[in-house]
């Protein structure tokens, strides 16, 4: 079922929380319930079409509105529910050691993409569906496993990675965010041939990252590294920084030798989607003025594009037509549906969350703060709707429970030098 089988896995989360005598709520978690009033409350705009955006009925709205809701409050469900676990009902050992091997899964969709892009089938849902909705695009990402996007970005056809995901977009987002649990998971925590295979699994999706063309993953590694730079230096490690750099330089180094250099090259020399992305945020910027507190409930589609005031493409023109507004990064899908007050309550509770986990520097504490940098990067390029946000949720569940274990007597909450220290063989404390 893909994405889909999210929102019925929470139906017994959400029996499990009810049944439960106690259950608590993660700091800052206010804020989120903020959020999803005022998402609600937007949908009082939905009928209203501000100048230069297509009119669209409401009814064909309803049904990205009810998604995204469903999304919302999917992995709410799933953090309250992972956060208040015990430690004897689910170690926080084994969630991140199943981040971890869900890291390894999306890196062998990557691989797949590459060697087989034209490689898809019929899924059992997608037969139960009527034709005129799993003929829909977007229901057809969620219903219609395949190995890639087959796109022309440099010119000619390739298979872009995107299995398990509809997405290329969505398969480098999600292999990023996890990457910092792969690493205190199965290459920190794990035995010697655990570790040897976990460089292995690296290495290896070195390959479809690559192939993915997507420059927002690339930049997204980057953040990664000034991350964990930043952690070095701030404990004095100057050492572990130096060598870390030294191994950076010498990855690059071994990419310059291969033929994915040359990808690589041709890629930047493409900047397939710069004049759409550019178009979409300003057009986001412009419409939201018309409505700058509710947003209008869900995204718009503009008249036109930034190759052409017509709507919908032509023989002679291809990507002219109308993208929605919104779909190039996750903060401009908020604003546009949800006005700016909605853009600061979410942007606040990961902030907020960002904040109360800081001093963590414990290995979840590295990993857990990674993926919460990494959402806040992302979101300006990424939609995070709905694994990449379920994984940001399943990260600050982590922090959350480890803050509780970390203060609880006799606990000490430097008793790892964190995930900074993977390169040194420290083992799981």
């Known amino acids: 079922m893909g994405t889909l089988i999210v929102f019925v896995l929470t139906i017994p989360m959400g029996i499990h929380l009810l049944r439960r005598r106690q259950v608590a709520l993660p700091p800052g978690f206010g804020l989120w319930l903020l959020f999803l009033g005022w998402v609600v409350a937007s949908t009082v705009m939905l009928g209203y079409d501000p100048p230069s955006v297509v009119d669209t009925p409401v009814s064909v709205r309803l049904v990205s509105v009810v998604f995204t809701l469903a999304c919302y409050l999917a ?26 091997a869900l890291f390894c899964t999306v890196a062998a969709g990557g691989l797949l993409g590459v060697i087989a892009p034209q490689f898809q089938f019929t899924s059992l849902v997608e037969m139960l569906l009527p034709g ?14 395949s190995a890639a996007q087959v796109q022309a970005v440099l010119g000619f056809d390739s298979g872009r990675p995107a299995a398990p995901f509809g997405y290329t977009n969505m398969w480098g987002n999600c292999l990023v965010l996890l990457l910092g649990w792969f690493v205190i998971g199965w290459i920190r925590s794990g035995s010697r041939h655990r570790r040897i295979l976990g460089v292995v699994i690296l290495a290896a999706a070195a390959v479809p990252t690559v192939y993915s ?31 870390m750099l030294g191994v950076s330089v010498v990855v690059a180094a071994v990419l310059a030798v291969t033929p994915l250099a040359t990808i690589i090259q041709e890629r930047l020399a493409h900047p397939h989607s710069n004049g759409a992305r550019t178009y979409t945020t300003e057009k986001v910027l412009e419409v939201a003025t018309y409505s700058p507190v509710l947003g209008f409930g869900s995204g718009r589609s503009p008249l036109g594009s930034g190759s052409s005031i017509a709507v919908g493409p032509r023989p002679n023109c291809p990507s002219c037509g109308s993208p929605p507004l919104g779909s190039n990064g996750q903060l401009w899908a908020v604003l546009i549906a949800h006005g700016f007050v ?12 960002l904040w109360i986990y800081r001093h963590d520097r414990t290995p979840i504490g590295d990993a857990g703060l990674l993926a919460l ?10 939609n995070a709707v709905a694994i990449p946000l379920l994984i940001s949720f399943l990260s600050i569940a982590l922090l959350w429970r480890n803050q509780r274990e970390v203060q609880a007597p006799g606990v000490r909450a430097d008793v790892a030098p964190g995930l900074a220290a993977a390169s040194l063989g420290h083992r799981w404390p």
């Open 75 to 100: 992995v709410s469900v799933v953090l309250i529910y992972a956060g208040n676990l015990t430690e004897d009902e689910f170690p926080r050992q084994r969630l991140v050691r199943q981040l971890g």
């Open 342 to 353: 909605g853009v600061l309550l979410f942007v606040g509770f990961f902030v907020r969350s």
């Open 213 to 243: 063309l997507n420059r927002g993953m690339w930049l997204g590694l980057g953040v990664v590294l000034l991350f964990v730079l930043v952690r070095l230096v701030a404990r004095g490690r100057m050492a572990a920084a130096g060598a």
């Open 132 to 145: 005129s909705i799993r003929t829909n695009g977007f229901v057809r990402s969620l219903v219609h496993p």
């Open 373 to 382: 940098v990494l959402s806040l990067f992302f979101m300006f390029v990424y």
